[in-house]
């Protein structure tokens, strides 16, 4: 057969095609194999490391936080297991449909799991984010039991932060907040206590004592993410140290069942070793509310209360002293010679300054009659005071209850401790540019005017007065009691003769605190009233009201009282400030002797022959054996 020659045409058209297809062919598996050597030769250890970061995962292992003991071991802070309910986007297919069934299943708003998502955007997808914080334990086995219908969900157990008596002791103890950074993200050596720390009172005092150092391991998981299997050595968490403090609860629960529904605060120390045996502060809140991060609700509820119950009052609050300055004015007078035990001075229930029209009142509008320093602490009669301190004059005032800690910081270790204020002549020129006026001697005498301190500063003063000039500063932890004691340079003759003016006050007729009186137990202490409002502004806001009517609850003085025993020999001293609660007397003295008659009876009367009862149930047993528990 003769081809024709346009067939020859055609099978070079065919050839050419052929040759072009397998060039075409030739040039994409060229490209292939060279990426495919790209991928495998040339960056092979670079993508392999990404395969493996997508099926090897870091799983933290938390360390426990230190628990917080009683000096009798009762427990106030622990670690309670939380479960934590956890998305990781990489190991799920349909993320909507997961959240929704998440939702449904769990009984959580789709709109707050989507929201947690939104906030973790920028998170790389194979990092957990954490979609509730303290799953409910009923939650989290249901999830456990039907793991396959929630791709990339898991629950895992976390250490969570516990206060097993709520409120108790609160602005003492103080409470936890979490790290807001990614644990992945921070440095190994702050990689501690699952992201806890100490945000307040102990827990951050002593937070870096208390913090232990959290451990981990790699694990291979599938692609739900669960664990297949382990790799390599694990690193054990180390926990953190547990903390023992001076406090004794049995006392603590005494002081704030007598201060049930007021505001103040109430502290007991032993004046021999500078323990605070019971600090609290009113009202109180619970840390456990903080411990997985506060909600809104509850923190306004928290800041917009006018009673400031985030307030430790104990060592922020700052009040007039009132009638117990007048232990300062007291020992002032002795060593200026402004007085000596024999002065007399006439109470007619005034006090006349010079170029001031109004006269100063004492508290008795009758007046005390003559009176010598025992009977003028006795019965506080704020005339012989005012003619005192006159005579000593405010720079020595100053001075000596500067020496009386009063106006410093007691170091006792707790944020946000307040000095308060010692005025003198410098002080008025440097802050008012005036002069000192002797009407406003008159009123530091008895303790008004611009003077303010804490609590716990007055119970330091009253602790250096039993001590004989001994001064304990204040201790938070057993280990710290008795060490590093200070001899104040006090006379004291002086200091013998105001403590027995104030063992006067309680068991002498005529004191102002004889409902304090025990048997077999000498009990020394001062009743005190801090000024709110002026007695002219009183007056006129009395002259207002209706016969039936009283003055309101803000317009009230504070009333305090102090004390101390067995006054020969102490070992317990206690204060209360009782706010807006009128006069000491009254309301601040039944505090303390509740306090005082529980020691005495508990504690002093059977220390040698009892042992230890208290109230409260310790439950500190394992972390570890909680987790195993956990899903049985």
Not at 355 to 368: L, Y
Not at 386 to 410: I, P, Q, W
């Amino acid at each position: 057969m003769k081809l024709n020659p346009l067939d020859f045409e055609e099978l070079d058209r065919i050839r050419i095609r052929l040759i072009i297809l397998g060039g075409v062919v030739i040039l994409i598996f060229s490209l292939l194999a060279s990426r495919l050597w790209y991928l495998q030769i040339s960056q092979g250890e670079k993508y392999l490391e990404f395969s493996q970061g997508n099926r090897i995962r870091l799983v933290p292992e938390p360390a426990l936080r230190g628990n917080i003991y009683d000096r009798n071991g009762v427990l106030l802070a622990e670690n309670r297991p939380a479960y934590q309910l956890l998305l990781i986007r990489e190991d799920t297919p349909n993320l909507e449909t997961t959240l929704h069934k998440v939702s449904e299943s769990l009984k959580i708003s789709y709109s707050a799991l989507q929201e947690k998502i939104d906030a973790n955007q920028d998170l790389a997808q194979f990092r957990p984010i954490i979609l509730e914080e303290d799953l409910e334990y009923e939650k989290a086995m249901h999830l456990e039991t039907f793991q396959d219908d929630f791709p990339g969900v898991s629950v895992v157990v976390r250490p969570r932060r516990f206060y097993p008596q709520k409120n108790f002791a609160s602005h003492l103890i103080g409470y936890v907040g979490i790290v807001q950074e990614d644990w992945s993200e921070l440095p190994a050596e702050k990689r501690s206590s699952s992201q806890i720390v100490g945000h307040s009172g102990v827990e951050l005092l002593e937070n870096d004592h208390m913090i232990g150092l959290d451990g981990g391991r790699q694990a291979e998981v599938d692609h739900m993410g669960r664990e297949l299997q382990v790799l390599g050595e694990p690193v054990p968490s180390v926990p953190g140290k547990n903390i023992t403090l001076s406090l004794d609860v049995r006392l603590q629960k005494v002081a704030t069942d007598a201060m049930k529904g007021e505001s103040g605060a109430v502290i007991v120390m032993n004046p021999k070793t500078g323990g605070i045996l019971a600090l609290a502060s009113f009202p109180d809140f619970d840390p456990n509310l903080f411990s997985g991060g506060i909600d809104p609700e509850n923190w306004k509820r928290l800041l917009e209360n006018p009673q400031h119950p985030m307030e430790n009052k104990a060592i922020q609050g700052l009040y007039a002293p009132g009638s117990i300055f007048k232990v300062v004015t007291a020992y002032a007078g002795l060593e200026k010679g402004a007085i000596t035990p024999e002065t007399e001075y006439v109470c007619n229930g005034f006090f006349h300054v010079k170029g001031r029209s109004e006269p100063f009142k004492c508290w008795k509008e009758t007046g005390h009659g003559r009176v010598k320093l025992h009977d003028a602490i006795k019965g506080s009669c704020n005339v012989f005071f005012y003619n005192t301190g006159m005579g000593a004059g405010v720079d020595e005032l100053h001075k000596y209850a500067s020496l009386f800690r009063l106006g410093k910081l007691t170091g006792v270790g707790l944020l946000n401790e307040k000095a308060g204020l010692i005025p003198s002549n410098s002080w008025k020129k440097r802050v008012f540019n005036e002069p000192w006026y002797g009407g406003e001697t008159t009123s530091m005498s008895i303790g008004q005017g611009y003077i303010i301190v804490t609590p716990l500063q007055v119970i330091n003063m009253i602790n250096i007065l039993a001590n004989d000039g001994m001064w304990m500063p204040p201790r938070l932890f057993l280990e710290d009691e008795g060490t590093a004691p200070q001899q104040i340079p006090l006379n004291k003759e002086y200091l013998s003769l105001i403590r027995k003016g104030m063992v006067a006050v309680v068991n002498e007729a005529g004191g102002t605190a004889r409902k304090v009186q025990f048997e077999e137990f000498t009990v020394a202490g001062k009743t005190a009233t801090s000024q709110v409002i002026s007695h002219k502004t009183r007056e006129t806001l009395e002259e207002e009201l209706e016969e039936e009517e009283k003055l309101k609850k803000e317009f009230q003085n504070h009333a305090w009282f102090v004390a101390f025993g067995p006054a020969e020999d102490p070992e317990i001293s206690v204060i209360a400030l009782v706010e807006h609660g009128g006069g000491g007397s009254r309301v601040a003295a039944p505090v303390v002797r509740k306090i005082l008659s529980y020691y005495i009876d508990n504690i002093y009367k059977p220390k040698s022959k009892k042992t230890v009862q208290t109230n409260f149930e310790s439950k500190n047993f394992k972390f570890r054996t909680r987790l195993q528990m956990a899903f049985n």
